[in-house]
């Protein structure tokens, strides 16, 4: 399999070097983070983004500390969280004071936490595409005997061709029209207890999908010219419904984008502020993007542990598979050495995975191979810690989400 970052295929036998010599001492598995390529990702992430502000997607990075990094960084501000009770963990342990919870709960006790706290009530605001979720709220806790709640809208940013037979994007809100989002404004502003401060619209369909897929160009130029016309699509009707929704309420944030999206998102006059998170860690997935790809900055490590043949070598582990709909690309890929891939028949194992291709013959028991995941933040649900490296030295240690046993994983 031919390297997915050829501008980094002369520099890769010395980030091994690099990585094998900082973690000497640890036994495999274990995952890391190259905190120059992750502090440059950083920076690049800003740059695309255009002068706006970008939220930093949680699940993406999955460590307080890191997050902390991000957003201790010029043009980073503010976190979009994917569960209510994270969202409480990191307001009260500091992370942020401005939470955004990408998705709607009906998490009753922390619910119930949010609206008994001043503090919770500022910092985090809640998601909801309909009224069926406001009457879930005022059923754990009645609009007099709270604080108000801050809510933002999740409008649909999918893409619907004949009459909505063709749907081209994600399934997330109902909200599709401009309209049916006014509506929806028009229900909050009428409630007591709930303040509608923003509204979202991720367009997936764009930011999850790379446009440049390795050795399927004919899909590639057919993925360019959909992402380009429902970009163009979603640009008016985005607009038309931030319109409709400010006759309500006066919006203190406009949400889009994504790692894949925020050059073209960031074009949407409508749009205040955009949302970042996987090309921080720099995920296989991004590989498949033309425009920009993250440095590789997350890897995860394990040991060769058997020889089946003198041109294949068999680590330990390694089938740490990314959510989504079943697939090679939710694959993790061997990294380092350069050289190595999956077999068709055995991909990454739970116990064993063997690898073949050049670099398999010169690896012996108990050397390291370098995998990059998939995705982003999931590796760290495999992972108590992500040692940060600089150089060839461990610098500091971060715990993850599940080293530090955040409430979303209890």
């Not at 989504?324 to 380092?336: H, K």
């Not at 050289?339 to 028949?345: S, V």
């Not at 050049?358 to 191979?369: P, Q």
């Amino acid at each position: 399999m031919p390297p997915a970052h050829p501008r980094y295929a002369a520099e890769r036998s010395d980030l091994r070097d690099r990585l094998d010599a900082a973690t000497a001492r640890l036994d495999p598995p274990f995952g890391v983070v190259d905190l120059d390529a992750f502090d440059a990702n950083a920076t690049a992430l800003i740059g695309r983004a255009g002068g706006k502000p970008v939220r930093v997607a949680s699940k993406s990075v999955r460590s307080r500390e890191l997050l902390r990094r991000v957003l201790a960084r010029p043009g980073w501000r503010g976190v979009m969280a994917y569960a209510l009770t994270e969202a409480i963990w990191l307001a009260e342990g500091g992370v942020s004071d401005d939470i955004l919870v990408g998705y709607p709960t009906v998490d009753r006790t922390a619910v119930a936490k949010v609206a008994a706290s001043p503090e919770l009530a500022a910092a985090i605001t809640l998601m909801v595409d309909s009224v069926d979720q406001l009457d879930f709220v005022d059923a754990v806790t009645a609009p007099d005997q709270r604080e108000p709640l801050r809510v933002c809208i999740d409008l649909d940013a999918s893409w619907k061709l004949l009459g909505g037979r063709l749907h081209i994007g994600v399934r997330r809100s109902p909200l599709h029209r401009p309209e049916q989002t006014g509506a929806l404004a028009a229900a909050i502003a009428a409630r007591p207890g709930f303040r509608l401060v923003g509204l979202m619209a991720y367009e997936a369909q764009i930011a999850g999908m790379g446009d440049a897929p390795p050795g399927h160009p004919v899909r590639g130029a057919a993925l360019r010219r959909i992402q380009a016309r429902s970009l163009r699509e979603l640009i008016g009707r985005r607009t038309a419904a931030v319109a409709a929704v400010r006759r309500y309420a006066d919006l203190e944030f406009v949400n889009g984008g994504g790692t894949g999206s925020l050059a073209t998102t960031t074009t949407d006059p409508s749009v205040t502020e955009l949302t970042s998170g996987s090309g921080l860690y720099g995920p296989v997935l991004f590989d498949a993007y033309r425009a920009w790809q993250p440095t590789p900055a997350a890897f995860f490590a394990t040991s060769v542990v058997r020889r089946p043949t003198p041109d294949i070598a068999t680590v330990h582990g390694g089938g740490w598979i990314a959510s989504g709909a079943a697939g090679a690309d939710r694959l993790p890929e061997p990294w380092l050495p350069a050289g190595l891939h999956l077999l068709g028949t055995e991909g990454a194992g739970e116990v064993q995975t063997p690898l073949a291709g050049s670099a398999a013959a010169g690896l012996r028991i108990g050397d390291r191979v370098w995998f990059r995941h998939a995705k982003a933040g999931e590796v760290c649900e495999h992972l108590d810690a992500l040692q940060l490296v600089r150089g060839d030295t461990i610098e500091d240690v971060a715990l993850t989400y599940r080293g530090e046993r955040a409430p979303a994983f209890l």
